[in-house]
C-alpha cells in the first residue's frame, strides 16, 4: 500500500450515509462536521473549513487549504467514510461540485472515491488523477465504480494538490444499478477476429496522434477504442473489416481510406475545397514526446499551423494531397493524410458528418473497467499505440513488438477482471526492457511484505537481513523455495512481469516484488542452513513497510578521518550542514545503492573546480508515424563549482538499484571522473517518464526521453560501470559484513 492510500485508510470511521452533503451544517469558518482532515495531513498544516463565500448552492460550501509559504508541494485531504454493506454488489456513482483557488498555477483538486475489502485486497478506486480540477469555477465531478461484494466500507473525499485551495460542495452518493452491469464476459480471440483488431489498432494510433483534424482533435478517443474493439471484431472477412474501420473513424478523419485492395485510390473529396479564400494553411500534429493539452510538463504535443505560400507547404509537413499508406494487415490498406489543410474557420473538408455506426446497446450505468472485456481490449490498444509511436529506444530493443500487440490482445480478450489485465499489460511493457516501464491501477493494493531482507548472493536467494524480534529466519540463509515454488522459478516469474533496462535492474525489482507477491496467509519459506532445510512461516509487516538492511547514519566516521553519506536520506541542506566536518576529511564515502532523497547533484559542486555538465537530454521530436522519421530536442544542464570545495578522496557505492535520478548523479562522477564507483552496474535506465491513462484507470509509464551519456555514447541497456567491481558472498552475509562499504573504506583509505 502507498503511502497517500495508507494515510487515506481510517478503519472505524464510519456511518449510515454520507455525512453534511452540502456544508449546511455548521458555522462559517468552522471545520465541517462529518467531514475531517486526516491526521497525518493535518500536522502538515492543511485544515478544511466551511464557507459562505460563493457556495455552489445553500450557504455553505467546504475549502480545503493551508499556508503555503511555509509548505509549497504536498498533498492535502478532506474525508469521511461509508459503511458498505447496503451498497455490496452494487455500481454507485460520487458527485461533487469542485473547484480551485490557485496561490501558484500548480495547485489542483481532484475528487477521490475509494472501496476498501478484507485484508487489503483491491477494491475500486479513482483520485481523477487523468482528469483534475484546476478552474476557479464550480465543475460537477464524476467518478462511478463498483462495490466488491465484500467491501468492508467506502471511502471518499477530495484531494488538494499544490499552493492554493481546494473548495467542494453538494456532494451525492448514489445507487446506479448491479455491479458489472453492462460488462461483457471473457472469451477467447483468434484467427480473423485477432485479424481485425490487429488492424484496427494500427490504425487507431495512427489517426489519433497524427492526423489533425477539428474532428479528430475532438473526439473522444477512449470512447472510440472501447466501441471500435467491439464492432470490428465480428467481421467475417477483409471488405466487412475495412468497411467497419472507415464508418468507425470517418467521422474523425474525413479524408481517410480504408479498403481491401492493395493499392486504394486516394479519397475523391477534395483536399483543396474551400482553401482558396483569403486563408489558406496547412495543420500537421507536432510531438515532443507525448503531452497533453495542459501538459506543464518537458512533453508537448500540439497542432501547428502554418500558411501556404504560392502553392509551397512550409517545411516539415506533409502533403495533405499524398496521404500515408499503411498496410494493416489482414488484407486491408489504409491511407491516412497527416496534414490538412485550413482556413479561419477550421480545417477541411467541412463534409457532413458520415451516418455513424450502428453501435451495440449497453445500459446507461455502463463503466469501462477491467472487468469488460472491450474496455482490456481497448486498453491493449491504446497502450500499444503510445508505445510503438513515442517509447525511444526500439533502435537499441529489438523488440517484436507487432507480435507482442497479437499476444497481448489474445490474453486480455480471456482475463477475468483487473489484476488480469494489469499483468497483462505488464508483460507487454516487460518486453521494452524499460527500467521506468510499469502499468498500474490506483487501488491495486498488495500484500505486506515478510519482516527480512534479501538479495541474489553466489546465483542463490540469501536472507541479507532480518527484522529484530522475528527469530525463526537467520542472516545468511538460503531460500530454497517461496510459498511452495523453487526460489529461481519464483523470482524467474516476477521478472516476467517487469520491464528492466538491464539483468541486474530486474533482479532487484523482481525480488521486491516477490516481497509482496503472497497477499494472503502466512509468507512461507523452505531455508537452508548448515546443510539443512526447514519450512519457515512468516508473519507480514504489520506497517507495510519493506524491511531494509541497515546501513552506518550519514557523517558517522567510519575510520579517523573517514566520513559516511547516505544519498537515500540525505538532502542538501543537511549536507551543507556539516561542510566543516567534511572539510577536514581526507575520504568520504557516499552510498548510493538506490534512489536518492533529493537532487543530490548540488553536492557535486563541492568536489570540483571547474564546471560540470548533465548527461545529454534527448526528447523525440515526432511529426509523422514510423521510428525513421524520428528527431530529438538536445538539451542539457550545468553545476558550477561551490565552496569550499572538499579535497577528500572519494568512493561511490552503487548497484542495479540505482535509476534515474541516481544514474544522472552518477554520470557525472563517471564522466569528470570525480572518485571510484564501487561495487556493481546501475540499472541503465534514465531520463523522464511519459505517462498516459487507459480506460478503466491503468495508468501506463514509460521512459518518454532518450538519454546519453555526457561523451554521446549510450546509456539504456548499459548504465555506470564500477570501476571497483565487488559482489557480495553468502559468507559475509551471514557474518553481517558489508562488502562493498568495507571496500570503499579501503580505496579512500589507500
Request: glycine share 10%; charged share 25%; proline share 7%.
Amino acid at each position: 500500500m502507498g503511502p497517500l492510500l495508507a494515510l487515506l485508510a481510517l478503519p472505524g470511521l464510519l456511518s449510515a450515509q454520507v455525512a453534511n452533503p452540502d456544508f449546511e451544517e455548521g458555522k462559517d469558518g468552522d471545520p465541517p462536521p462529518g467531514w475531517l482532515v486526516p491526521r497525518a495531513f493535518a500536522d502538515e498544516g492543511f485544515e478544511a473549513r466551511l464557507r459562505g463565500l460563493n457556495p455552489s448552492s445553500g450557504k455553505l460550501c467546504a475549502v480545503l487549504s493551508r499556508d503555503v509559504s511555509d509548505h509549497p508541494r504536498t498533498i492535502g485531504n478532506l474525508m469521511q467514510a461509508v459503511k458498505a454493506e447496503a451498497l455490496r454488489g452494487k455500481r454507485i456513482r460520487l458527485r461533487a461540485d469542485v473547484r480551485v483557488t490557485q496561490a501558484f498555477s500548480d495547485a489542483k483538486a481532484q475528487l477521490w472515491l475509494r472501496v476498501d475489502r478484507p485484508g487489503g485486497k483491491p477494491g475500486f478506486f479513482d483520485n481523477m488523477h487523468d482528469r483534475p480540477v484546476t478552474s476557479g469555477k464550480w465543475s460537477e465531478c464524476e467518478i462511478t465504480g463498483d462495490v466488491a461484494a465484500d467491501a468492508e466500507q467506502i471511502a471518499l473525499g477530495l484531494m488538494l494538490i499544490g499552493r492554493g485551495a481546494a473548495w467542494i460542495d453538494n456532494v451525492r452518493l448514489d445507487v446506479l444499478a448491479d455491479a458489472g452491469i453492462g460488462d461483457e464476459p471473457p472469451r477467447p480471440l483468434s484467427g480473423r477476429a485477432l485479424e481485425n483488431l490487429v488492424a484496427f489498432a494500427r490504425l487507431y494510433g495512427v489517426v489519433r496522434w497524427f492526423h489533425p483534424s477539428d474532428e479528430a482533435f475532438r473526439a473522444d478517443w477512449d470512447e472510440l477504442a472501447i466501441e471500435g474493439v467491439r464492432l470490428v471484431e465480428d467481421a467475417p472477412h477483409a471488405k466487412a473489416c475495412a468497411k467497419t474501420l472507415a464508418g468507425l473513424l470517418l467521422p474523425a478523419a474525413r479524408l481517410l481510406v480504408v479498403s481491401a485492395e492493395r493499392d486504394p485510390a486516394p479519397s475523391k473529396l477534395d483536399a483543396l475545397a474551400g482553401a482558396q479564400g483569403e486563408t489558406r494553411e496547412v495543420v500537421a500534429w507536432k510531438h515532443a514526446g507525448l503531452g497533453s493539452k495542459d501538459s506543464q510538463s518537458i512533453y508537448r504535443s500540439r497542432r501547428v499551423r502554418e500558411h501556404v505560400r504560392d502553392s509551397v507547404l512550409p517545411d516539415g509537413f506533409a502533403d495533405p494531397r499524398v496521404p500515408l499508406k499503411l498496410d494493416l494487415g489482414g488484407g486491408v490498406t489504409a491511407l491516412v493524410p497527416l496534414s490538412v489543410f485550413a482556413d479561419a474557420r477550421g480545417t477541411l473538408p467541412r463534409a457532413d458528418a458520415p451516418e455513424p455506426l450502428p453501435r451495440k446497446p449497453r445500459p446507461a450505468a455502463f463503466r469501462p473497467s477491467g472487468s469488460d472485456r472491450a474496455t482490456r481490449l481497448a486498453g491493449v490498444v491504446i497502450a500499444w499505440n503510445v508505445l510503438e509511436h513515442f517509447y525511444p529506444y526500439f533502435d537499441v530493443v529489438k523488440a517484436d513488438w507487432g507480435r507482442a500487440l497479437e499476444d497481448a490482445l489474445r490474453q486480455a480478450a480471456e482475463d477475468k477482471g483487473a489484476d488480469e489485465l494489469t499483468k497483462t499489460l505488464r508483460r507487454m511493457v516487460a518486453k521494452l526492457r524499460d527500467g521506468h516501464g510499469s502499468v498500474h491501477l490506483p487501488g491495486q493494493v498488495h500484500g505486506a511484505p515478510p519482516p527480512i531482507a534479501w538479495d541474489w548472493v553466489e546465483e542463490r536467494l540469501v536472507i541479507t537481513h532480518v527484522k529484530e524480534g522475528t527469530g525463526k529466519v537467520q542472516r545468511g540463509d538460503v531460500v530454497v523455495a517461496v510459498n511452495g515454488v523453487p526460489a529461481a522459478e519464483a523470482v524467474a516469474r516476477e521478472e516476467s512481469l517487469i520491464s528492466g533496462s538491464t539483468p541486474q535492474h530486474l533482479r532487484w525489482a523482481a525480488l521486491a516484488a516477490l516481497l509482496y507477491s503472497h497477499d494472503d496467509g502466512p509468507f512461507v519459506l523452505e531455508v537452508e542452513r548448515s546443510g539443512k532445510k526447514e519450512r519457515i512461516e512468516l508473519e507480514k509487516s504489520g506497517d507495510g513497510v519493506q524491511v531494509a538492511e541497515p546501513r552506518p547514519a550519514s557523517f558517522t566516521e567510519l575510520r579517523p578521518g573517514i566520513l559516511y553519506i547516505d544519498l537515500g536520506t540525505l538532502d542538501y541542506p543537511a549536507f551543507r550542514a556539516q561542510l566543516e566536518k567534511l572539510e577536514a576529511a581526507r575520504g568520504i564515502v557516499l552510498d548510493l545503492r538506490g534512489y536518492p532523497s533529493f537532487g543530490p547533484w548540488d553536492c557535486l559542486g563541492h568536489f570540483t573546480d571547474t564546471q560540470l555538465r548533465s548527461p545529454l537530454w534527448n526528447v523525440p521530436v515526432l511529426r509523422r508515424p514510423g521510428r525513421q522519421s524520428l528527431e530529438f530536442e538536445t538539451s542539457d544542464w550545468a553545476l558550477k563549482p561551490r565552496k569550499p570545495r572538499l579535497r577528500a578522496k572519494l568512493a561511490f557505492i552503487t548497484d542495479g538499484r540505482a535509476i534515474s535520478a541516481a544514474e544522472t548523479f552518477l554520470g557525472i562522477v563517471e564522466h569528470y571522473k570525480l572518485g571510484a564507483i564501487v561495487g556493481g552496474p546501475t540499472a541503465g535506465t534514465n531520463g523522464n517518464i511519459n505517462q498516459l491513462v487507459l480506460p478503466g484507470g491503468y495508468q501506463v509509464v514509460w521512459t518518454g526521453m532518450k538519454v546519453l551519456k555526457r561523451d554521446g555514447s549510450r546509456h539504456h541497456g548499459v548504465g555506470i560501470q564500477p570501476t571497483v567491481p565487488v559482489k557480495r558472498t553468502i559468507q559475509a552475509v551471514t557474518e553481517g559484513r558489508d562488502e562493498l562499504l568495507e571496500r570503499a573504506i579501503g580505496v579512500v583509505g589507500e
